[in-house]
């Protein structure tokens, strides 16, 4: 589970950075700074999506695009962990 934890820490710092790179001097307003991208990046990440930030570049497109594929990873993997260790456990006590 903490690798999860630092896998989200690095996408998040990575996409947020990213986004500013790209977005910032196209909407000043939404991504002007890193601090705003987070935001941007943790509705992405959790696919909230609120709406109120959205790329309008197509670089910011591929980075958001690329940023939500990597987000459903960050909920998939440890789930995916979870199930197996649940999936164990009944083998254990059906044995």
């Known amino acids: 589970m903490q ?6 820490g690095i996408l998040l710092l990575l996409s947020s950075t990213l986004m500013y ?5 196209i909407q000043p307003e939404i991504f002007g700074s890193i601090p705003r991208c987070i935001w941007w990046a943790i509705t992405t990440v959790t696919t909230v999506g609120y709406g109120d930030s959205i790329p309008i570049s197509a670089l910011g ?6 940023t939500t594929l990597l987000g459903i990873g960050v909920i ?3 789930i995916g962990i979870i199930a197996a260790g649940f999936t164990e456990s009944l083998s254990k006590k059906i044995d």
Request: glycine share 10%.
């Open 21 to 25: 790179l790209v977005e910032g001097g």
């Open 76 to 78: 998939a993997v440890p």
């Open 3 to 8: 690798l999860a934890a630092i896998y989200t």
């Open 61 to 66: 497109k591929i980075v958001a695009s690329i």
